[in-house]
């Protein structure tokens, strides 16, 4: 069974940094793309972040380009993302799952290929 266990989630003041960690089991984790997604209440999940890890390429969403940073630790099952300079509209509700793999479009969007297994995920917070 494919399991995912986020933590590091808190309360970061706008222009702070957290690192989240996503820990998964159940699947091969050096042969597949592991994504990071975040909802709001009341609106659907959006990608943020992925890394393929058979090939180690990543990608990054626009809004948070620059900002936030994903990597991989194979050895430890274990993908990161660092939030540095945190702005109000990154709170949320921040989970990992995992899929085929990831890339991005001519035109800017970032394909998340047959993703699955989203866990319950880490609640960030930012204060103004």
């Known amino acids: 069974e494919v399991q995912f266990v986020e933590s590091g989630g808190g309360l970061v003041q706008a222009g702070g940094s957290l690192r989240l960690s996503c820990v998964g089991s159940?699947?091969?984790?050096?042969?597949?793309?592991i994504g990071w997604f975040r909802q709001v209440p009341g609106e659907d999940r959006v990608g943020v972040s992925c890394?393929?890890?058979?090939?180690?390429?990543?990608w990054t969403a626009d809004p948070v380009k620059g900002r936030f940073t994903i990597s991989t630790d194979n050895a430890k099952d274990t993908v990161y993302l660092q939030m540095n300079n945190r702005k109000p509209e990154d709170a949320a509700v921040y989970s990992c799952?995992?899929?085929?793999?990831?890339?991005?479009?001519?035109?800017?969007?970032?394909?998340?290929?047959?993703?699955?297994?989203w866990g319950q995920g880490t609640q960030v917070t930012v204060s103004a």
């Open positions: 159940g699947f091969p984790f050096d042969d597949h793309a």
């Open positions: 799952a995992v899929g085929l793999y990831c890339t991005r479009t001519r035109g800017g969007a970032i394909i998340y290929e047959g993703f699955r297994a």
């Open positions: 890394i393929n890890n058979n090939d180690g390429s990543t």
